[in-house]
C-alpha cells in the first residue's frame, strides 16, 4: 500500500487523519462537481486541523492519500471499478484502477491505521431486500473492521428500518451527533431513534476509546444530520426516490449499479438540488468528522 508522506507523518506523530472515500466521486457524483467536492472535502478537514487521507486503488495498489491530480483523474477517468470487499483480491491481482466503497474505505484505512472515516451515506438494506436479499456489504464491514464512519445516515432510498436491525444484530453502534433521531441524508428526519445521541466530539472519542480498549471488534456509526438549511423537502425528496426505485425497476437494473443509478437518477429528477444538498452534507460531516479525530488524538 501506498501512503502519502504526509499521512504517514501524522500517523507516526499521533496527529488527526481522516480518510475518505472514492466511490462517491468516480460513481455517486458527476464530473466536475465530484472532483470539486473531493477537493472541498480534503479542505475542509485540514481547516479543521487535520489530514485528510482520500482512498482509492490505482494500478492495483492501494493507495492512501491521492493528491489532487490522482482525485482529478478518478473523477473523469472511464471505466474506474466500483470496489467492495469481494472485488479487492481481483483489482489487486489484475492491477486496475478502483474506487472504494464504504466497505473498502474501511479496510485499507484500518490497515493503515486510521479510526475515523467521513463519507456521505452509507449503503444499506435495499427496499424490497426481502426478495432481493440486496444489504450493501458496508453494513457486514462495520460488523468486523474497526473504525469509525461518520456519515448523514442511510440514504432513503433504502429500507431504514431494516439497516437499523441488521446493524443491531452485527452489534453496530448507531449513534447520532447532538440527536436522538436517525437523520436520513439528504433530510434530517427519519422518524427513527437512533441507539444513542453523542453531545460532543470529545463524548464520541470516549465512545471509540472504550470500543477499541475492550476489544469490542467491529466499526461504530456516528450519524450527523444534515443542517436545515440544506435539507430537501421531504415530500419533494421521497417523490423523486419513488419515481427513481420504479425506473431502476423498469430498466431491470441490478446489484452495485443500484446505487449510483438512484443517486444520478434523483440528481436529474430534482434538477440537481439533491445534488447540493449531497454536497453540503458531506462536507459539514467532514467538520464533525474531523473535531472527533482530534478529540481522539488527544485521549486514545
Ligand atoms: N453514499 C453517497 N454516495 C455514494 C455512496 C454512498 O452519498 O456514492 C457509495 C458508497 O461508496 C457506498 C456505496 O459504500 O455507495 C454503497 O453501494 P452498494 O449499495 O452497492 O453497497
Ligand atoms: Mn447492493
Given at each position: 500500500m501506498k501512503i502519502n508522506p504526509e499521512v504517514l507523518q501524522a500517523l507516526k506523530e499521533n496527529r488527526p487523519v481522516v480518510a475518505l472515500e472514492s466511490t462517491i466521486i468516480s460513481h455517486g457524483m458527476p464530473y466536475p462537481k465530484n472532483v470539486e467536492t473531493a477537493l472541498k472535502v480534503e479542505e475542509t478537514i485540514r481547516s479543521h486541523g487535520a489530514v485528510p487521507a482520500t482512498i482509492g486503488i490505482i494500478d492495483g495498489e492501494p493507495i492512501v492519500g491521492m493528491t489532487p491530480e490522482e482525485i482529478e483523474e478518478f473523477g473523469k477517468r472511464k471505466g474506474v471499478l466500483k470496489v467492495s470487499r469481494r472485488d479487492l483480491p481481483v483489482v489487486y491481482a489484475k492491477k486496475l484502477w478502483g474506487a472504494t466503497t464504504v466497505a473498502t474505505t474501511m479496510i485499507i484505512a484500518n490497515q493503515a491505521g486510521i479510526e475515523v472515516f467521513v463519507t456521505g451515506g452509507i449503503g444499506g438494506v435495499h427496499r424490497g431486500a426481502t426478495e432481493?436479499?440486496?444489504?450493501?456489504?458496508d453494513l457486514q464491514e462495520l460488523a468486523k473492521t474497526n473504525v469509525t464512519v461518520v456519515c448523514?445516515?442511510?440514504?432513503?432510498?433504502?429500507d431504514l428500518p431494516l439497516t437499523l436491525e441488521y446493524l443491531e444484530t452485527m452489534g453496530v453502534p448507531v449513534l447520532g451527533f447532538k440527536t436522538e433521531e436517525l437523520p436520513?441524508?439528504?433530510?434530517?428526519?427519519?422518524?427513527l431513534k437512533v441507539d444513542y445521541k453523542v453531545e460532543s466530539a470529545y463524548e464520541m472519542a470516549k465512545i471509540i476509546k472504550a470500543k477499541r480498549e475492550n476489544g469490542l471488534v467491529g466499526g461504530i456509526l456516528l450519524t450527523n444530520p444534515i443542517p436545515e438549511q440544506y435539507e430537501m423537502p421531504k415530500d419533494v425528496i421521497d417523490k423523486a426516490i419513488d419515481t427513481a426505485l420504479k425506473e431502476m425497476d423498469k430498466q431491470g437494473i441490478k446489484g452495485k449499479e443500484c446505487t449510483p443509478f438512484l443517486l444520478k437518477t434523483i440528481t436529474d429528477l430534482t434538477g440537481g438540488d439533491s445534488l447540493e444538498s449531497n454536497i453540503k452534507l458531506v462536507l459539514n460531516n467532514a467538520a464533525v468528522g474531523s473535531e472527533v479525530a482530534k478529540e481522539y488524538c488527544k485521549i486514545k
Open positions: 432481493t436479499m440486496d444489504i450493501s456489504a448523514a445516515g442511510a440514504k432513503a432510498i433504502l436520513a441524508f439528504y433530510n434530517s428526519h427519519s422518524g
